[in-house]
């Protein structure tokens, strides 16, 4: 089988590659293939895959909110070009999308059923592109995935780092405690969306580990794994000033595909193991 993954040096992309590379892999880069131009979908047609995933995506929180325009190219206008293609060539395609299409406004973790309602414009961009893939193509995944951590830059391996730094100059570490999610080691994410493609059964799914916790939680969790006896001091997103504002609770429930014997792991074992293979800081 063909597999094109579009975004394959990111973090997520770089495990679905390993976890895809029994197929034949087509992996062009941005600079190849961008996805945000209308031309996307004649290229796509033209590497004549028979699977499409979609990983890729403007990420920067903060840096969607300063430009919105390129977030809607790039997470609603890209996805949906891939769509039309999936659609010439019926197709699968799995669209990855983010914990960041609900409110927070939730008591509970959101389930797949629950309607979402962004409130930033990531989230926004996100959701546009869910709305996209479903309207344009037949066969679609709808992998949301949250709080990824792994191989590359993220939050698990820059707490590490500056763990390591603040113990050197003495400095309290101070992370929030009032923004709550999933975190989700992204090789395990890899494994679950193969088993979804493998399953044939499209859908809405929530692709992360189990629990939730806040960031400072994790934060700590981090530092404990790690063997780094440092301070960290709670603190309000207030006190942090950013262009855009996460959703205060945006934890993720894993129904549909538990419902399928599809299951990961505790985060915290997850972080545990992802400390472990940090070779060297981020």
């Known amino acids: 089988?063909?597999?094109?993954?579009?975004?394959?040096?990111?973090?997520?992309?770089?495990?679905?590659?390993?976890?895809?590379?029994?197929?034949?892999?087509?992996?062009?880069?941005?600079?190849?293939?961008?996805?945000?131009?209308?031309?996307?979908?004649?290229?796509?047609?033209?590497?004549?895959?028979?699977?499409?995933?979609?990983?890729?995506?403007?990420?920067?929180?903060?840096?969607?909110?300063?430009?919105p325009a390129r977030a809607f190219r790039e997470n609603t206008l890209g996805p949906k070009y891939a769509a039309l293609a999936c659609r010439d060539r019926d197709i699968p395609l799995v669209y990855v999308s983010t914990n960041e299409v609900f409110s927070g406004s939730s008591q509970q973790a959101y389930s797949e059923y629950d309607q979402p309602a962004p409130i930033n414009a990531y989230g926004r961009s996100k959701w546009g592109g869910e709305q996209a893939v479903l309207h344009h193509a037949p066969n679609v995944f709808i992998t949301r995935v949250a709080w990824l951590f792994g191989g590359q830059r993220n939050f698990v391996r820059t707490i590490a780092r500056l763990g390591r730094e603040r113990l050197q100059t003495g400095e309290p570490l101070r992370v929030v405690t009032d923004e709550v999610g999933t975190p989700t080691h992204a090789?395990?994410?890899?494994?679950?969306?193969?088993?979804?493609?493998?399953?044939?059964?499209?859908?809405?799914?929530?692709?992360?580990?189990?629990?939730?916790?806040?960031?400072?939680?994790?934060?700590?969790?981090?530092?404990?794994?790690?063997?780094?006896?440092?301070?960290?001091?709670?603190?309000?997103?207030?006190?942090?000033?950013?262009?855009?504002?996460?959703?205060?609770?945006?934890?993720?429930s894993n129904n549909a595909a538990a419902a399928l014997g599809i299951r990961l792991r505790r985060w915290q074992a997850a972080v545990i193991a992802a400390v472990a293979a940090i070779d060297e800081p981020a």
């Open 1 to 67: 089988m063909r597999v094109l993954i579009l975004g394959a040096s990111g973090q997520l992309g770089t495990e679905l590659a390993k976890t895809f590379a029994d197929h034949h892999l087509l992996m062009p880069s941005h600079q190849e293939l961008d996805l945000s131009q209308a031309t996307a979908r004649a290229a796509i047609n033209q590497l004549t895959p028979d699977l499409v995933l979609l990983p890729a995506a403007f990420t920067n929180v903060d840096g969607c909110a300063l430009d």
């Open 187 to 252: 090789a395990e994410a890899a494994w679950a969306i193969r088993q979804l493609v493998d399953s044939n059964l499209p859908g809405i799914y929530h692709v992360v580990n189990e629990g939730a916790c806040s960031r400072h939680e994790l934060a700590c969790a981090v530092l404990a794994a790690a063997g780094i006896d440092l301070p960290v001091e709670p603190i309000t997103s207030a006190e942090f000033s950013r262009p855009s504002s996460p959703p205060p609770f945006s934890a993720l």
